[in-house]
């Protein structure tokens, strides 16, 4: 930010946008509840850029999100009318994808386990496509670790899975293919789409949630005397 920029308090009475909202995990209405624009350009003022800082309250559930908002002169684009406009960056924290939040109960994780999830799950949805690709892989080595499978090789160890009744043939089948996908992700810097990357996190989700949430939450029914 140069010495050159302007702030202005933003007048947000009545204004809103429409993000993706981490409770209702769909995008939302947000109402604007402070904002200030920083107008900033070159010391030769060929180049310019508008950013707003917003904080924003979603109209439906009420949480509170923090928003930036930047348009620069040197990014624009042609509407099908002919008219040009300035195309916006948007950045929301915490980072999201519409219709992705975590798996309900994570902290029952295994610390080391967790630890793992929460970096994955924020790589997809920052959209650090190919360290989410590795994430998803290392996050199967946690589970594989944190079980203490025997073997040299990822393939093995996951393999081990099935004998230990964690996972099923036809699950491993699938943890291979998503092994397959962290291997493109660190050997060859493979991006891998977001569908393709959210597909594979829905799959991992549901072995953390088989082998340990579940198994938790089972322990607070009452016994078969009861």
């Known amino acids: 930010m140069s010495e050159r920029a302007k702030h202005s308090r933003m007048k947000t009475a009545g204004q809103e946008i429409w ?26 003022g060929e180049v310019q850029t508008w950013t707003r800082y917003m904080t924003v309250a979603c109209k439906g559930c009420q949480e509170v999100s923090f928003c930036e908002e ?5 990014d624009m684009e042609i509407d099908p009318d002919g008219a040009t406009r300035l195309i916006p960056t948007l950045k929301i924290y915490p980072s999201r994808l519409v219709g992705r939040g ?6 029952l994780l295994p610390h080391g386990v967790y630890r ?3 970096e994955a799950y924020a ?3 920052n959209q650090h496509h190919v360290l989410a690709g590795l994430a998803i892989r290392v996050l199967i080595e946690a589970v594989c670790r944190e079980r203490a499978t025997k ?14 009744g964690v996972a099923t043939r036809e699950g491993a089948s699938i943890l291979h293919s998503l ?3 962290g291997n493109k992700a660190a050997h060859e810097a493979r991006a891998h789409r977001t569908e393709e990357l959210s597909a594979a996190f829905d799959v991992v989700e549901h072995l953390l949630t088989g082998v340990y949430v579940l198994p938790r939450r089972a322990k607070k029914l009452p016994g078969k005397g009861a």
């Open 116 to 118: 793992v999830y929460e």
């Open 19 to 44: 993000i993706a909202c981490t409770g209702c995990r769909r995008r939302t209405c947000h109402e604007i509840l402070t904002g200030v624009e920083v107008h900033d350009e070159d010391p030769l």
């Open 123 to 125: 790589a997809l949805c």
């Open 102 to 107: 975590k798996i309900a109960d994570a902290h």
């Open 151 to 164: 073997g040299k090789t990822l393939k093995s160890r996951i393999d081990a899975l099935v004998t230990l």
């Open 70 to 74: 930047a348009t620069c002169s040197e």
């Open 179 to 181: 092994r397959f996908l």
